[in-house]
């Protein structure tokens, strides 16, 4: 019987702050961070769980040091028998009473419990010699729901519901998974529209992002009005009307500032208006929804859990939603943020970037096109492009398009010499 | 010139989970724990600010890592340009944006930001030579709203309103100072309600506390409905018909079955129903607040930050606001909170027991009597009998009402002795 007999940590640091990339409203000079974790069985077959937390430079050791806590939960255990029910895992790691009163289920722990969640996804996946993607979408409805923790929201979604969602997408499953690796999924690229880039390397980004075949592109507004409009004003000519432009403010508004500042860019005809606030403000989302329709309202990637993204639905506070692969618990709270999507009927459309962050969810969009929704329709995952060198298995985006991996595993393991290389302290 | 020269840092883990003191419906083996801050100066005054973190066991040690990200922001400081300006000191700290990331404003991180606040303000209160409650009633309106980040607040309140809340209560805030030196501020107690004590130890202790002044009782419900219609005869027997009787349900129930179970419990008059369903759910809680009325619907002490506070205050989610020392951003945010409250007409009852929590929140309670609500009408702070003894300047509870304390500080700095003796690892 192979065992879990190692969890080992690293503290990851790219200097991203020197070229301003990732540079935006509210995070002025970030340094793209992992809190990276190893699971290494004694099964002899060479193959090891990894998995991490997106941080942007300080405190991801403290990050790295609640990766350390779940040492108690992990190490030891039966490696077949866990991995065939990760739900059971999920609720033992995030039910652990004294670790919950660290969040509850938010914050600092619960998204090591993600990186943890994602690790064994990651071995599991390894070992049946699939993609995540296609893992998850080789699952029947019964299995897919018994990964999901319905405590809190029975009130949205009950278990029932769920299997009818996941019964509906079964007959076209085979043909979408077809479709998916001849064609991919789409993409649309937040390449250009850092806010720390001058008006040429703005304008050269734009025209790239057309010629490499993208029909959406996003910018990083919030800081100066007129800053933004001028911003805009370029991108709109670069791009020409037909393609999407989409403005992101990083929770830098509040309610009345985000409603009258969108007034003002609304001419620029946009894509959507993302993160136009705190990402607890559900009412305050709706409140703005309600204000700038028909401008979609995105927001998620800063979203704590799946009872936020229960409430979000609940108020209509957002039309597109933004999975993020390591803010919530992993990938079994993103299966059940899906499926609190498809019954509301809102798109998904993931937040990526970072680093590893577009390796790992395009795993999540594509298993919802498999077996969930069933549609890419209006529907596509963000784009950077940025450290995909440091992985393993990076993304393969062309002609404006993931496509998708077919390298086992969940898409989360770095070179050996980049987590030596980058290692912090 | 003074300044900030060291911040050490305890990792304190009482034993409490061998006695079940603490335990209820969510957390049944709660260890009471601090992570544990103390702020030294070159002053020569021999004072040092001290705060912490309440846990209850498992990753008290990571809560402690994130104390130690802030010496970046605090070594070195000028202490009296730090102190003279906490509400610049609390924005920069909670708007680091590479920290911000690990919440956003939430868990951990967040947490550890609010010991840190709350050290200053005790060093603050111990330079002035008063206790922190007397320290932040003879604040001008000014000065209060000064402390407050109205970012993400201002479509509930702004600073104009808030400065009219706080002129309006200025007239009485004299002889409203003396009536609570006199005649203390009122207290419930908890003592009695832990799951894990037996029948008999139920009666006996609801005997003690009204015995000892106490008018209102609180029992934690929801493991078992058998159980709790058995404790609560038992104790609306003990206690008699004219002392409240509330219950706390930690959590652990979904909308619907809150509201089932809450109906069962009805015909023993409940004072409130506590934390129904997750701390999160403000659609979740106003949707119960609804159903159980007349039952005022009591939560707070989980809530992560003045966002979420606001929204339940906006859904009319809760009718009792349970303040908490050590949850959110330090005294600072909780000022907020309770500008928020008034604003909105609630009451606010503090969350209490735990280790050092009476302590700390009885100063907010009474600055909001003096300075902000002008009233204790229908107001108490919880109380619990514990760990007291570990205080330098424990709570003076007796005749059912907490008296207010006379020492300079915010309460919140323990023993040498019991930090040396609870040490952990």
């Given at each position: ?163 009818e969602i996941l019964r509906a997408a079964q007959p076209g499953r085979a043909e979408r998974e077809a479709r998916l690796v001849s064609e991919g999924y789409p993409a649309y690229t937040t390449t ?234």
């Open positions: 019987m192979a065992r879990i007999v190692a969890l080992h940590t690293h503290d990851v640091r790219f200097p991203t702050s020197q070229t301003l990339d990732g540079s935006d409203a509210m995070n002025p000079d970030p340094d793209y961070s992992a809190a990276y974790l190893r699971l290494v069985t004694d099964a002899g077959d060479g193959l090891e769980g990894h998995g991490f937390v997106f941080t942007i430079g300080r405190g991801n050791d403290v990050q790295v040091a609640a990766l350390r806590t779940l040492e108690g939960h992990l190490l030891g255990r039966d490696v077949d028998a866990t991995l065939a029910d990760l739900g059971g895992l999920w609720r033992e790691l995030v039910h652990d009473s004294q670790l919950r009163w660290l969040g509850p289920e938010k914050g600092i722990m619960h998204m090591a419990i993600g990186a943890a969640v994602n690790a064994l996804w990651d071995l599991r996946a390894k070992r049946e010699g699939k993609p995540l993607w296609q893992l998850l979408s080789s699952l029947t409805p019964e299995e897919i729901v018994d990964l999901v923790d319905f405590r809190y929201l029975t009130d949205a979604l009950t278990r029932d519901e769920a299997l250009p529209g850092w806010l720390g880039y001058d008006d040429d390397k703005l304008a050269r980004l734009c025209r790239e992002a057309v010629e490499d075949g993208f029909r959406q592109i996003k910018l990083k507004v919030g800081a100066d009005l007129d800053e933004d409009l001028r911003r805009l004003r370029i991108a709109r000519e670069v791009c020409g009307p037909d393609v999407g432009i989409a403005v992101d403010a990083n929770q830098r508004w509040d309610v009345g500032d985000a409603i009258a500042w969108v007034e003002r860019l609304r001419p620029f005809d946009l894509a959507w208006i993302e993160e136009p606030t705190s990402p607890d403000d559900i009412l305050g989302h709706a409140a703005i929804a309600k204000a700038v329709a028909p401008i979609p309202v995105a927001t998620g990637e800063h979203g704590a859990n799946r009872v936020l993204f229960k409430q979000l639905l609940q108020a209509g506070a957002l039309s597109v939603l933004q999975l993020d692969a390591t803010r919530v618990a992993g990938v079994n709270e993103n299966v059940a943020i899906l499926l609190l999507a498809a019954k509301f009927g809102v798109r998904v459309c993931p937040h990526a970037g970072g680093v590893g962050l577009c390796e790992a969810v395009q795993h999540l969009a594509m298993f919802d096109f498999v077996a969930v929704s069933g549609t890419t329709e209006d529907r596509m995952i963000e784009f950077v492009d940025h450290l995909h060198e440091h992985f393993v298995t990076p993304v393969d985006v062309h002609s404006g398009r993931y496509f998708a991996p077919k390298a086992p595993g969940a898409g989360t393991e770095m070179h050996a010499s980049s987590l030596a290389e980058y290692a912090h302290g």
